[in-house]
Structure formats: C-alpha cells, structure tokens
C-alpha cells in the first residue's frame, strides 16, 4: 500500500525557517518525480516545488525559489522541503505527492500529474 506520511508544519513567525518532510513507502520510486504543493485557504492547490528521485533533478515555483529547497534521502524513502526567510503568504496547508516521470523530460508541474497525495501539514506564518 502505497503511503505519503507528512510531518514538520507548525507555527513559525515571519523569517523564520522550518523543514517539512514526506515518507514514501509502498513501492519503488526511482522512476516518479516528488513533490511539494499548497493550498491557501479559498486558493487552488498550486505546485511549490519538486525533485525527480532518479537524479535529483529539482524545480522550483517563483514564489518560493532561493528560499525553499526540495531534497530526497534515497535510504529514508523520505523528502524534504527545507523552508527559509518564511513570509505570511507561505501560509498554506502543505502537501506531498509522488507522479510517474521516467518518460518525461520536464518534471511536471500540474496537479493531475501526481497520482499519490499525502494528507497534508499545515503551516502557519505570523507576521
């Protein structure tokens, strides 16, 4: 059974950093790309970033590039999302998501490419 296991939101002030991970377990993951998406309350659920497990091939949202970095440990099964100078508009509840992407050049960006979600963790910025 394949499962995504966030943990690591909380409260933070703004500036401030903190680092979401997603364990993966269920199957083999050398041929998916992970992701990170969020959704603002009345907002849609938008991608924030993503790394392809094969290589480690990252993308970035513009709203989050050069503060927030994706990683993967390959032993752990586990992502990450390693969140820095943290603002009121990151206020979101963060999702995981794992899609098929060995045949694919760029790793995708839109919702319906990902097959598997976790529950998501919410993080709150105050300012």
């Known amino acids: 059974q394949v499962q995504l296991v966030e943990s690591g939101g909380g409260l933070v002030q703004a500036g401030g950093s903190l680092r979401l991970s997603c364990a993966a377990s269920?199957?083999?993951?050398?041929?998916?790309?992970m992701a990170w998406f969020r959704q603002a309350p009345g907002k849609e659920r938008e991608f924030v970033a993503a790394?392809?497990?094969?290589?480690?091939?990252?993308d970035y949202s513009t709203s989050v590039e050069g503060r927030f970095i994706i990683s993967r440990d390959e032993r752990e099964n586990t992502v990450y999302l390693q969140m820095n100078t943290l603002k009121p508009e990151d206020t979101a509840v963060y999702y995981c998501?794992?899609?098929?992407?060995?045949?694919?050049?760029?790793?995708?960006?839109?919702?319906?490419?990902?097959?598997?979600w976790g529950q998501g963790t919410q993080v709150t910025v105050s300012s």
């Open positions: 998501a794992a899609g098929f992407a060995r045949a694919v050049a760029v790793i995708p960006r839109g919702r319906y490419n990902y097959d598997y």
């Open positions: 269920g199957r083999t993951w050398s041929n998916y790309a």
């Open positions: 790394i392809r497990w094969s290589n480690g091939g990252t």
